[in-house]
């Protein structure tokens, strides 16, 4: 994977004083570095809009060293030129390298999905064994609850994305977007607007630039805010949860690695669900649905004598002897 890195000796950190905006995106910043224990460096993940430089400029302010990856998907015209561009400014706002990394954006999903695959396995090669600032604001914390409300894949979507997420960190989750751009405005940076965050063939784009804003107008305001109190409240259900299942699984796991079937059928079934679904990933299953996780159940809370589930990879779950195991697997 090429790289290219800035010079430091060019790095000029920015005269301007912060402002109330900026001072919040560092108050942003620190407190999430304190909570996660980061003492060390950090990289950040650079794209040259307002967020990412935002935050890079609130990293630095931590006296902490700084390592800017700006990841050029190669998507459109001259973006190797706005990748440039992108890691100059960050060197101005004081980090202490940045790098360029061009990646290649294909596989399944769509172009969204595979740019973020690309781009989030270039930040961990370059960013090896370091926590990685990303700036996901408040509105995209909204966006993506909108999505998974919109998807019915349960509460784990709906909960958005972790502040917390190793090695990703996420300290403007209870930023504005607004914020981030005021917080440039004070630092004399000019931010980057890509056009694809104006490109309505982009689901995002359309619930960013329609939907929110026709919530905002039935609801009278507050809407993106409101979505992500929602995610928040919705994160600390669910750990509570995954801890009970956590437990429960602890209980019924077997020496063999198969799940004696008698405290799970003991339990209730949403907690059940939780330990099986955690049981089969330890396993090595994937792309689970839920039709998957409550047939998998079944073998627990409604045996009847039936035969296998047959899951994504190959693999089946079976009942016998009053065990639950997983054939054609290996544990990790």
């Not at 706002?93 to 399944?108: D, E, F, M, S």
């Not at 926590?131 to 998974?148: I, N």
């Not at 107008?217 to 928040?232: E, M, N, S, W």
């Not at 994937?286 to 809370?301: I, K």
Request: glycine share 10%; net charge neutral; aromatic share 2%.
């Amino acid at each position: 994977m090429a790289t290219q890195d800035q010079p430091v000796k060019h790095a000029e950190t920015s005269p301007h004083r912060p402002g109330a905006a900026s001072l919040q995106v560092r108050a942003a910043v620190r407190t999430l570095l304190d909570e996660a224990n980061v003492e060390g460096p950090v990289g950040v993940a650079v794209s040259g809009g307002a967020d990412s430089l935002a935050l890079a400029a609130a990293a630095t302010a931590t006296g902490r060293e700084v390592h800017a990856v700006v990841v050029d998907h190669g998507l459109q015209e001259g973006s190797s030129e706005v990748a440039e561009v992108a890691a100059i400014a960050a060197h101005k706002l004081g980090v202490t390298t940045a790098k360029v990394v061009p990646v290649q954006v294909t596989g399944r999903g769509g172009l969204e999905a595979a740019a973020r695959r690309a781009r989030y396995a270039a930040l961990i090669e370059a960013l090896p064994n370091m926590p990685v600032l990303l700036g996901h604001t408040r509105d995209d914390q909204a966006e993506t609850v909108l999505l998974g409300l919109g998807r019915g894949s349960g509460p784990r979507s709906i909960a958005g994305m972790r502040p917390i997420d190793w090695p990703w960190l996420r300290p403007l989750l209870d930023v504005p977007r607004s914020v981030t751009v005021q917080s440039c405005a004070e630092l004399g940076v000019e931010p980057w607007q890509d056009p694809h965050n104006s490109d309505p063939s982009f689901t995002r784009v359309r619930l960013r630039s329609e939907v929110i804003p026709l919530l905002d107008d039935v609801l009278q305001g507050g809407v993106v805010g409101a979505l992500a109190r929602t995610a928040k409240q919705v994160r600390e259900d669910l750990e509570a949860l995954d801890a009970l299942a956590e437990d429960l699984l602890s209980a019924a796991r077997l020496p063999s690695g198969e799940l004696d079937v008698d405290p799970l059928a003991a339990a209730h079934p949403a907690i059940r669900r939780r330990a099986l679904r955690r049981w089969l990933l330890d396993l090595g299953a994937r792309d689970l649905t839920e039709g998957h996780l409550r047939a998998v159940d079944e073998l627990v809370g409604r045996w009847r004598g039936q035969g296998g589930v047959w899951l994504p990879g190959d693999l089946v779950a079976v009942r016998a002897r009053g065990r639950v195991a997983l054939a054609g697997s290996r544990e990790r």
